[in-house]
């Protein structure tokens, strides 16, 4: 994707900057200058554009960082091991370092719920919090666990996948049936935003190369590890990750607390960013005006 070309038209760019850490160049939105620092994480194929509704509200007591993943977004790819799960986490933490700045909450959406939940197994945080939206832990039921992984690796070998990929989601109404495939009704903003990112052959290589190094198979052993209190919102209509696997997971944490909104789907957070804020409000116990 070409900032310089489309940084104009894109969410919060004003608090937008670039950092190099870990082998990656990170595009990060940055803003709030007191409060607990809060780490927004997107999940794959997304960007921090899906916190546009978010961030600036959430800046008004908190200090709120939201980063671009790598290969995603505008942030470069990470080589080797990188685009893993582990490799992210670690990626994440160096960029934190690189910043100076120790998170204390996390919001992960959904793969990005997975990278905290590494971060604070990995590096040992006691984070005040970490609220998953429709956190994707566990492996996928059936048929789509089992070909994840392998069709993406396949996928992700050539570099002209991406670009065909690219080429068919700009096609009149691809766009509309992945979006719809999420369960989630999003405004023509949000859409339009969504179309730039699939239109862009490297954002589709991230993408790709995050799922072919994705291996959720010990999910299950991390959330009994995961002792940090833990809130889940969950979208009662997502058609991405079943919200079954937020119930299973509640089973799992020690502490934790599932909301289910019956009416949204895997975007809830783009359906719906006031009540999703003032849920963030409640549970990081932030005094919003």
């Known amino acids: 994707m070409d900032w310089e070309r489309q940084r104009e038209n894109w969410p919060n760019s004003d608090v937008s900057r670039f950092v190099n850490a870990a082998g990656v160049r990170w595009h990060v939105q940055q803003a709030g200058t007191q409060g607990p620092r809060v780490l927004l994480l997107h999940g794959t194929g997304a960007s921090l554009h899906t916190w546009r509704d978010l961030l600036q509200p959430l800046a008004q007591h908190a200090q709120v960082l939201a980063i671009d993943l790598p290969g995603h977004g505008f942030s470069s790819l990470a080589a080797g091991q ?4 582990p490799g992210m ?18 919001i992960g959406h959904s793969a990005g719920a997975a990278i905290a939940a590494q971060m604070v197994l990995d ?12 956190p994707a832990w566990l492996p996928l039921p059936g048929l789509a666990g089992l070909l994840f992984p392998p069709t993406a690796k396949l996928l992700a070998m050539t570099e ?12 009149p109404g691809v766009l509309e049936k992945l979006l719809q495939s999420t369960g989630s009704v999003l405004d023509e903003r ?43 919102l969950v979208g009662g209509k997502d058609g991405t990750v079943p919200p079954a696997q937020a119930r299973q997971a509640l089973k799992l944490l020690d502490n934790a607390e599932l909301t289910e ?29």
């Open 82 to 85: 990188g685009m893993s799960l």
């Open 261 to 289: 909104w019956p009416a949204y789907g895997h975007l809830v957070h783009e359906e719906a960013p006031q009540a999703t804020l003032l849920y963030c409000q409640q549970k990081l116990r932030l005094e919003f005006e």
């Open 190 to 232: 949000g859409t339009g935003l969504y179309a730039q990112l699939v239109a862009s052959p490297a954002h589709a290589q991230g993408a790709l190369n995050m799922m072919a190094a994705w291996d959720l198979s010990r999910g299950v052993e991390k959330l009994r590890q995961l002792h940090c209190p833990v809130r889940l």
């Open 89 to 106: 986490a670690q990626g994440v933490a160096e960029l934190l370092t690189e910043l100076a700045w120790p998170v204390q909450a996390f």
């Open 123 to 134: 590096k040992q945080l006691q984070p005040e919090v970490l609220i998953g939206i429709n």
């Open 160 to 171: 002209i996948v991406p670009r065909w990929f690219a080429r068919q989601a700009s096609s």
